[in-house]
């Protein structure tokens, strides 16, 4: 078992800046790849940034390519999303998820999911 929980989500103006992270516990985490989704009213969840084990990424391209950055310490078992030039549309419920192996931008694909954390940028 591998349970997650995300931090540092809240309010902020549009073009500002939100770093949020995923602690881990459980299992072996650096086993793991995890992916970071999101998930706004009446919407369905959409994939956002996604990191294995060994650090290499992946992002949503058509929407936050060049804003995001994901990163992880497997040392202290955690993975940060950070998040710069926040739009309003980027409002969202965000989660973070892990599973064996790569990451990927199936959400059905992983195994463990966080609680989530409010994003919310004003206009």
């Known amino acids: 078992q591998v349970q997650l929980v995300e931090s540092g989500g809240g309010l902020v103006q549009a073009g500002g800046s939100l770093r949020l992270s995923c602690a881990a516990s459980g299992r072996i985490f650096s086993n793991y790849g995890v992916g970071w989704f999101r998930q706004a009213p009446g919407k369905e969840r959409e994939f956002v940034a996604g990191?294995?084990?060994?650090?290499?990424?992946?992002y949503s391209e058509d929407s936050v390519k060049g804003r995001f950055t994901i990163s992880r310490d497997n040392a202290k078992n955690t993975v940060s999303l950070q998040m710069n030039s926040l739009k309003p549309e980027d409002t969202a419920v965000y989660y973070c998820a892990a599973r064996a192996g790569t990451y990927s931008s199936r959400s059905k694909s992983y195994d463990y999911w966080g609680q989530g954390t409010q994003v919310t940028v004003s206009s």
């Open positions: 990191i294995t084990w060994t650090g290499d990424n992946g």
